[in-house]
């Protein structure tokens, strides 16, 4: 039991270039969500997910694509990297409805030069 | 608009002592409350939650504090350890979204020896 995977750990990349955040899940949960983690900023949502086929956006969606084909996988992709994407990133997993907390992954560290 | 505050943004504390973290929202319509632990590379992990419907929760030296009519929950830590340093993040959802978690921007505490 793998719990939540990110891929890659660490990533840098220029300015205008594309890139796709791996993540997946092993505990069939429904829900998935991306956050990025800024010094002083806690965790802020980007775009979240409660099923298969069904995405929404969060607070700071601009920049960011996902899509959810499968329950397990939810990639998260940068269009046209920017500076102000440097960030590290976590990709979180839930059962469904409330009562139940996230579980993490270990994140992806990225830098936009 | 911030929806969870968090306080205080660092705290020290001597080894056996009670480490206290207060977080406070907005929204009515929230109903579940985690705490989250992060060490530094990892991922935050789910430590302790609380629902509405309880004033407090208790899982060993951790202990949840719920005052729903200010609106307002704690963290305490008791016989703080230095294993304990790490920053601590409240959380609160609502059910009907149980996807969007808002964070607060965290705590980072220091257990002195």
């Known amino acids: 039991n793998a719990g939540v995977t990110q891929t890659p750990k660490f990533q840098v990349l220029k300015t205008g270039q594309s890139m796709t955040l791996q993540c997946a899940q092993d505990?069939?949960?429904?829900?998935m969500s991306w956050y990025r983690q800024d010094p002083g900023m806690g965790l802020r949502l980007i775009h979240y997910s409660v099923g298969a086929g069904i995405t929404d956006q969060g607070e700071v969606p601009n920049g960011y694509n996902v899509s959810r084909s499968t329950t397990e996988d939810f990639p998260l992709r940068l269009l046209s990297a920017a500076p102000s994407q440097t960030s590290v990133y976590f990709c979180?997993?839930?059962?469904?409805?409330?009562?139940?907390?996230?579980?993490f992954g270990s994140g992806t560290r990225l830098t936009v030069v | 608009q911030q929806q969870v505050k968090q306080s205080p943004q660092s705290l020290i504390v001597q080894k056996g002592g009670i480490s206290i973290i207060n977080c406070a929202y907005e929204?009515?319509?929230?109903?579940?409350f985690p705490w989250y632990q992060q060490f530094p590379g990892k991922g935050p992990a789910l430590l302790i939650a609380?629902?509405?419907?309880?004033s407090e929760k208790k899982e060993g030296r951790f202990t949840i504090s719920f005052n729903k009519s200010a609106k307002q929950f704690s963290l305490h830590i008791m016989d703080s350890q230095p294993g304990d340093s790490a920053t601590y993040f409240c959380a609160a959802s609502k059910n009907t979204n149980a996807g969007k978690s808002t964070f607060g921007d965290g705590t980072t505490l220091t257990v002195k020896p």
């Open positions: 979180a997993s839930s059962y469904g409805g409330s009562g139940y907390g996230y579980t």
């Open positions: 609380i629902r509405p419907d309880v």
């Open positions: 929204n009515t319509a929230f109903d579940y």
């Open positions: 505990m069939n949960h429904e829900y």
